[in-house]
């Protein structure tokens, strides 16, 4: 079976799809989730946060987190939604794997 992992990582798409024997695909939607709504301005929302807790200059490349635990749990609660909706729509279709969050 086809796997889709979850995993947030800094210019990269949250979906990571690999083959039945394990290998990279791509990392992206699958074509049949290209078109997902929901899925799509989450995945936006979630990549537009995380990528503002990290300063990206020519000078430094640094994680500074979030300014408040609101701000987290906000996030959060997201990537929660995400991981949800994506597992009702492409279950039966593959395998998901979610990276172990840590912030």
Known sequence: M???RVSIEYGCDLLWLYDEGGRLI???F?????NHAELV????????????LFVN????????GF?????KQDFLSKVYR?????KKEADS?????IESLKF
């Open 2 to 4: 086809k796997k889709i």
């Open 26 to 28: 791509r990392n992206g």
């Open 30 to 34: 699958p074509t049949e989730l290209k």
């Open 41 to 52: 301005a989450l995945n936006y929302d979630i990549l537009e946060i995380y990528h503002g």
């Open 57 to 64: 200059n020519s000078v430094t490349f640094e994680y500074i």
């Open 67 to 71: 300014q408040s635990e609101k701000e």
């Open 82 to 86: 995400f991981i949800e909706v994506l």
């Open 93 to 97: 279709n593959y395998q998901i794997e």
